[in-house]
């Protein structure tokens, strides 16, 4: 069960990782050993699943976001593997969610510019014969983008 402090913590951690025991006892108002001992539960009771740096995908010649959503035709057991095998190695596939709705999956794709998209795409239509469509939305302009969860909502 987390308490006001974890929250405090995680939220801290949330905005800069790098932060220092000293910057982050005084955030939460907790001695130095205190915040070490909840940080060190935190992390054996996996609140904390990793530390990573965040990347800026323009310095590094990404050019193009896309939301792809991909619709199946049949839906057999084991019949997708090779779909499945493609999306796990994709390296142009940040994240993808099996979901209920009109389209199977929901992809976040990301290339360098509209002709690796279009690479990308093809790559993937080709990997089975089960694809029923494949839709894809370029993005034209984040509006909101963070890593950080809502945690003022946790009860």
Do not use: W
Not at 7 to 32: D, F, H, R, W
Not at 123 to 144: F, Y
């Amino acid at each position: 069960m987390l308490d006001q402090f974890d929250i405090k913590l995680l939220a801290a951690l949330q905005q800069n990782s790098e932060v220092t025991q000293g910057e982050l006892s005084q955030k939460v108002n907790l001695s130095a050993t205190q915040c070490a001992r909840r940080l060190e539960r935190l992390r054996n009771e996996q609140y904390i699943q990793s530390v990573v740096a965040i990347l800026n995908p323009a310095k590094l010649g990404f050019a193009v976001v896309a939301h792809t959503l991909v619709s199946l035709r049949a839906h057999t057991e084991g019949g997708n593997e090779r779909l499945h095998r493609f999306i796990e190695t994709a390296p142009e596939i940040l994240e993808c969610y099996s979901q209920t709705g009109d389209a199977d999956f929901l992809m976040k794709v990301m290339t360098r510019d509209l002709d690796h998209l279009s690479q990308f795409l093809e790559r993937m239509i080709r990997v089975t014969d089960n694809l029923a469509s494949v839709k894809s939305s370029i993005v034209l302009k984040t509006l909101k983008k963070t890593t950080a969860l809502p945690l003022q909502i946790v009860t």
